[in-house]
């Protein structure tokens, strides 16, 4: 299982902002699972709440009633660069000569480890090991000379790689997204008012009204005198560069990011596969919750049956939640049980998103093969990953990746697997509206950003 970074919420000017945020991240929950946060805005200064776990776990009903203001920014998080620990948990809050600012931050920043040494230097200190607060150092030193717009866009111009942000000072509500437009970030409306999300899932559940995807290299300020957008660098754009990640797994199929429909978008991956390489067996097998979209589009076009013969249990977490090697496999075990009847003398078809380390797909075709399966296929709707990636995903290694370090005929081996297709890069961007506009560097090792010091280098390192 891979790890999301992040998901991000901010509302302008709504009464019960703290609770709308609440909602924002409940739908955004699958984005980060290891803290969650609200700060909200009002005249006497900024409120905030954080805490470790989910959404509902760290906000009681008490708790969002002390967060005052019609303005809210709010965070779900995983951690690629500082650890899981509550130091880390976001939104940041930091206060200058009488300003409180708040920053919300989705992505990595690939030359951080130079920008915090100089920082150091310079005299400044941090309780933290993320790579949002070498950002908040240098936007608030930024702001010495300029309003809070011009700092941002001061502070942009020295950051490199891969951000989303919901920055809160005051009155004024700022949304960022990189130049290259990694992660998504949207734009909402809720009774006339402005609404952030990482994902339209939440605008759903709010019942606002999706407008348009912030776009790469955009700052859109919300103030008392409404909405501006403008570049954030003086330079000419960069071509956009938007993780396909998104749409292969990351993003909730309800969702739209990227201005693609992600439900269509995997159905497509599956109907390419099929098309690339269909496999003469007697049902396709998805494996809930994340190859169910491509196993309906892979099913459609091969003209073979769909058996939904793996069941959930929807009371546990996500195995990538849990720390050690052996949980992990725990963790698949307990998760999906397959139905015995539907397994034993079949010729199966498994149908899934992506294999990163290997470690999830072994467990499962064991227990296939252990009920009996005569024949095990695997078909997956996305390319082999062989290249880590710098950008706030969390396979950060080669040599956790199974495609970098064996050939197909090696990993058929090590899976028991009866034959193993991975989609093409081509069948990939055939199966979404804008294919040059993604960033594909975990395959193919094509990275539109790189780390300035030393490749396969996550900024900070985990153990910070
Ligand atoms: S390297 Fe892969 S996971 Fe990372 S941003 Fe690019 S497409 Fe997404």
Not at 72 to 83: E, F, I, K, N, P
Not at 205 to 211: F, K, M, T
Request: aromatic share 8%.
């Amino acid at each position: 299982m891979i790890r999301h970074e992040c998901g991000l919420f901010g509302i302008y000017e709504h009464e019960d902002a703290a609770r709308l945020a609440y909602f924002g991240l409940y739908a955004q929950q699958h984005r980060g699972q290891e803290s969650a946060g609200i700060v909200t805005c009002d005249d006497e200064g900024m409120h905030e709440h954080k805490g470790m776990g989910l959404v509902p776990d760290v906000f009681t009903e008490q708790q969002l009633c002390k967060l005052p203001g019609r303005t809210a920014v709010g965070h779900v998080r995983y951690s690629t660069t500082g650890r899981s620990s509550f130091s880390n948990a976001q939104p940041f809050v930091a206060h200058y000569k009488g300003m409180d600012i708040a920053l919300a931050h989705n992505g990595n920043l690939v030359n951080c480890v130079e920008l915090r040494e100089d920082l150091e230097n310079r005299g400044a200190i941090f309780s933290t090991g993320n790579d949002t607060e070498v950002f908040m150092h240098l936007l608030v030193r930024a702001l010495r000379e300029r309003d809070l717009p011009e700092a941002v866009r001061e502070t942009c111009a020295q950051v490199r790689g891969a951000y989303c942000l919901l920055i809160m000072a005051g009155k004024t509500l700022v949304a960022v997204r990189d130049p290259h437009g990694f992660h998504p970030l949207a734009l909402g409306r809720l009774d006339g008012k402005p609404v952030f999300a990482s994902e339209t899932c939440a605008f759903d559940l709010l019942e606002a009204e999706y407008e348009r995807s912030i776009e790469p290299g955009e700052m859109l300020i919300v103030d008392e005198d409404g909405e501006r957008s403008c570049r954030l660098h003086g330079l000419l754009p960069e071509k956009p560069r938007q993780c396909i990640f998104e749409l292969v797994y990351f993003a909730r199929p309800d969702s739209y990011v990227f201005n693609e429909q992600v439900y269509l978008c995997r159905k497509q991956m599956g109907w390419q596969l099929a098309h690339e390489s269909t496999p003469d067996v007697d049902f396709i097998l998805p494996f809930p919750d994340s190859g169910v979209y491509a196993a309906v589009g892979f099913a459609q076009c091969a003209e073979l049956p769909y058996e939904h013969a793996n069941i959930r249990n929807h009371y546990v977490g996500r195995t990538f939640i849990q720390p050690t090697q052996s949980m992990r496999n725990f963790g698949v075990r307990v998760k999906i049980n397959p139905v015995r009847a539907m397994i034993e003398g079949k010729r199966i078809c498994i149908v899934d998103d992506s294999i990163v380390r290997g470690t999830t797909m072994i467990t499962r075709v064991k227990k296939l093969r252990e009920l009996g399966a005569k024949e095990v296929h695997i078909r997956i709707s996305c390319p082999p990953v062989k290249f880590p990636c710098r950008y706030g995903i969390d396979f950060s290694s080669r040599g956790e990746l199974i495609a970098a370090t064996h050939s197909l005929e090696e990993i058929e081996k090590k899976l028991d697997v009866d034959s193993l297709h991975y989609l093409s890069i081509e069948g990939l961007l055939r199966s979404v509206m804008h294919s040059d506009s993604y960033c594909l560097a975990c395959f193919n090792g094509d990275y539109p950003v790189r780390c300035s010091r030393g490749e396969g280098k996550i900024c900070m390192g985990k153990g910070l």
